[in-house]
């Protein structure tokens, strides 16, 4: 059943989550003409139009209030536990009855299914690619959220391990192959899966994995919703990214580099020495030259010239090796060579430390 944490009504706490709620419920509840007791959509603010409605359903629903009271409630007033609320959520339609709002937020929604939220969490827990601490965390914020809240978190279609292949194809992304957190299971996307909200008119709108219907009704109120999930998310600890709301990851993003931690990996199961910026020996424990950039590395089209591959090669064969004795295949084999200490990397993915 719905509740609330404070009365509601003239002189009376009218907390924001509260008030919506209330609202909600009477503009959904219509009276014998047929018509919501309250006329406009919910808003969490406390008004005249709000306490008319109080009002005009307790009277209309008096004797039923009545009968159900221990101790009498004031007129306009919804009391925390009392008649006039639970009478209001009785009246609610099928459709309606399981109203829950989180505390500080202005959106009413319905209660998720518990077993989708088991069936999430068992999912995650169940994952072999993702790291154990990171699994553990993730599983534990799906749990405490519908605990919470009886919300399901879900992970998105793509918000699992990406392999290095995988990162290339994301478009909508500036790291490359290697230089996201999901590349290593140590981040996910998870999002509000079919979450139902109620619309200002009572209606019951449904979202997807990013709340986008709630975003274009009013990006405050989605913002609060992930805003909900990130707090909880905080303590357990995940964390997440400024400029992307629906991921998550094992640290704090101020406390590593993500293209030097993946150095670290090359240098770990690599055959090449690596250094920070993509800077390569080729395996022949020569110079260090520029090779480009992750993406180019793992399109097999890493900068290789043959006037570095010259010196290269002339230090470790101690013999003059001009620019003009490079051959094109030494140049794409060399490519090749480099793109396996990647590939070896992406297999190697649980072996990721993170490098400030």
């Given amino acids: 059943m719905p ?4 009365n509601v009504g003239d002189g009376a706490t009218n907390k924001t989550h509260d008030v919506a709620l209330v609202q909600a419920m009477l503009r959904i509840v219509k009276n014998a003409k047929g018509s919501p007791y309250l006329a406009g959509s ?21 004797k039923v209030i009545q009968a159900g009271q221990k101790a009498k409630e004031k007129e306009g007033v919804v009391d925390v536990g009392g008649t006039t609320l639970a009478t209001l959520a009785a009246a609610l339609p099928a459709t309606h009855k399981e109203l829950r709002i989180i505390p500080n937020t202005k959106t009413v929604y319905l209660e998720a ?25 993730l599983a534990a914020l799906v ?64 979202d997807a994995d990013w709340l986008n219907a709630l975003h274009s009704a009013s990006a405050s109120k989605e913002n609060a919703l992930w805003d909900a999930r990130d707090a909880l998310a905080a303590k ?13 990851q094992l640290f ?12 670290k990996l090359l240098n770990t199961v690599g055959k090449a020495k690596w250094e920070s910026g993509y800077k390569s020996d080729f395996g022949l424990g020569g110079a260090m030259s520029p090779v480009g950039t992750a993406k180019q590395i793992w399109a097999g089209n890493a900068t290789v010239s043959k006037a570095d591959l010259a010196k290269a090669l002339s230090a470790k064969t101690k013999k ?37």
């Fill in 42 to 62: 919910y808003d969490g603010s406390y008004g005249g139009q709000t306490k008319s409605a109080i009002i005009s359903f307790q009277k209309d629903n008096a």
């Fill in 113 to 137: 299914a518990s077993a989708d939220a088991t069936a999430s969490a068992a999912a995650i827990r169940g994952d072999a690619e993702f790291e154990a601490t990171f699994k553990t965390n």
């Fill in 252 to 263: 704090d993003q101020a406390t590593f580099n993500n293209p030097r931690s993946l150095v």
């Fill in 3 to 6: 509740s609330i944490t404070a």
């Fill in 143 to 206: 749990d405490t959220m519908f605990a919470e809240y009886k919300i399901a978190l879900w992970l998105t279609p793509t918000g699992r391990r990406r392999t290095f292949a995988q990162q290339a194809a994301e478009t909508k992304t500036f790291a490359g192959p290697g230089e996201s957190n999901h590349n290593f299971g140590r981040a996910a996307d998870i999002g509000f899966k079919g979450f139902r909200w109620i619309q200002g008119d009572g209606s019951i709108k449904k």
């Fill in 236 to 248: 357990i600890p995940l964390f997440r990214l400024n400029f992307e709301r629906v991921h998550l």
């Fill in 320 to 356: 003059v090796i001009k620019e003009a004795d490079i051959k094109l295949q030494q140049i794409i084999d060399t490519q090749k060579a480099l793109k396996a200490d990647f590939e070896a990397a992406d297999t190697n993915w649980i072996k990721w430390v993170k490098v400030l």
